[in-house]
């Protein structure tokens, strides 16, 4: 039976990349909510599908380790491949070697792809973007705000991932009125549904994404309403649509070149679009990092930890409070607004909650920190009603 890879049983296969945890934390970043495709497999490993292909990722301190695998082989070419293969060895003059390799590195009806490979660690910098120095941002944010400092200190690492906008964006209509593990269980369905097998491990079947075309015909949204996607089935199938006859097929990833509201607005145009999931494609795939998408988890974090008044006597977020809370955070965070929210984000999930256990006294100081809070914004109102003075007294 096909198995999912594990460093430990050690294998030649594995590849690796210099990265120490403090700039990517596999278990926060993938397990955040800002992707449906991972899963942890095994004690640190988390496998899924990125870019086309099946991966498996765990890291040690100052190191992340991938293992990609190839395909799934069809049974009823499994033996001409082998036979190709048998004739490459011979001609290499390696058979020998290369069945004992073979055996070791074969997973059922999944090879691994055991050749150095740069395009791959190219794909998995560039989903991970690796570029930007995670540290010296959350040493930014952690100047100039205290409540980030502290929980900077047990979650770091947390990095925006850089996804393809169409998975991205589709992802997100289904996370309407929903939570993380119903999310990645619809995600799944639509991928099963919708796209061919790349490859079954331990009995988990992964498939790639389905590309616009599948999810345009009109019969797609009564499937996806059978499997569990409710009203969001309608959404789906007509988002694509209009993307697919209005729109060039690159459409969504030339957004990554225009201005931030720019392409929210424009992605705001499709069904089942609202300012949250455009955001969420935004920050999360079309590289517009002061995008922060606001859910009432995230207005609870700005009324509990920053004493964010805007519309706390309301019930339901309206689109000004959201504006409002967006403003906030920029002005507070910077060019990278929305990374920094990820972090919080994240911090506040249950999944996490003993993580934060660890925090040193943050409970005791919260009440500290929110007087701080107060004290600035009293500063800036005396600030502004002597400027507002000044004025008066000016055309006087």
């Known amino acids: 039976m096909s198995q999912h890879a594990l460093l430990s049983v050690g294998c030649k296969a594995w590849r690796s990349l210099s990265c120490p945890r403090s700039e990517l934390r596999l278990d926060l970043t993938l397990g955040c909510g800002q992707t449906f495709r991972w899963r942890e497999t095994g004690d640190g490993h988390w496998t899924g599908v990125m870019r086309g292909k099946?991966?498996?990722?765990?890291?040690?301190?100052?190191?992340?380790?991938?293992?990609?695998?190839?395909?799934q082989i069809n049974p009823g070419t499994e033996n001409r491949q082998k036979w190709k293969v048998e004739e490459e060895e011979q001609l290499l003059g390696k058979m020998s070697k290369r069945k004992t390799d073979m055996k070791q590195?074969?997973?059922?009806?999944?090879?691994?792809?055991?050749?150095?490979?740069?395009?791959?660690?190219?794909?998995?910098?560039?989903?991970?973007?690796?570029?930007?120095?995670l540290g010296d941002l959350y040493s930014d944010w952690s100047t100039v705000d205290p409540h980030f400092k502290h929980t900077a200190d047990i979650f770091t690492g947390v990095r925006l991932l850089r996804q393809d906008p169409v998975e991205c964006l589709f992802s997100f209509i289904c996370s309407s009125n929903n939570h993380i593990s119903r999310i990645q269980g619809m995600v799944d369905r639509l991928c099963q549904t919708l796209r061919t097998l790349l490859c079954k491990l331990d009995d988990v079947a992964y498939h790639d994404f389905p590309p616009l075309q599948a999810l345009t015909d009109p019969s797609v949204e009564m499937r996806l309403r059978d499997l569990g996607f409710g009203y969001r089935a309608r959404f789906l199938q007509q988002s694509s649509q209009i993307i697919v006859n209005s729109h060039d097929p690159d459409w969504?990833?030339?957004?990554?070149?225009?201005?931030?509201?720019?392409?929210?607005?424009?992605?705001?145009?499709?069904?089942?679009?609202?300012?949250?999931?455009?955001?969420?494609?935004?920050?999360?795939?079309?590289?517009?990092?002061?995008?922060?998408p606001v859910d009432t988890h995230v207005w609870q974090i700005a009324k509990r930890d920053y004493s964010f008044a805007a519309g706390s006597s309301q019930k339901t977020l309206t689109d000004r409070v959201y504006k409002e809370i967006g403003d906030f955070f920029r002005k507070l965070w910077g060019p990278y607004a929305g990374w920094a929210h990820s972090v919080l984000f994240c911090a506040d999930l249950k999944r996490f909650q003993k993580l934060k256990e660890e925090i040193p006294a943050l409970k005791d100081e919260k009440t500290e920190l929110k007087k701080k809070m107060k004290e600035r914004r009293h500063d800036r109102c005396e600030e502004k009603q002597k400027r507002e003075k000044g004025k008066k007294q000016q055309r006087t």
């Open 54 to 71: 099946v991966w498996t990722l765990t890291q040690t301190e100052d190191t992340l380790w991938y293992y990609v695998y190839s395909h």
């Open 105 to 133: 590195e074969e997973a059922g009806f999944c090879t691994v792809m055991s050749e150095p490979d740069n395009k791959e660690e190219e794909l998995l910098r560039d989903y991970f973007q690796l570029g930007v120095k």
């Open 252 to 292: 969504l990833q030339s957004l990554r070149s225009v201005p931030y509201l720019q392409a929210r607005d424009a992605l705001r145009a499709l069904p089942g679009v609202g300012f949250k999931v455009a955001d969420c494609v935004c920050l999360m795939s079309l590289d517009k990092f002061e995008a922060l």
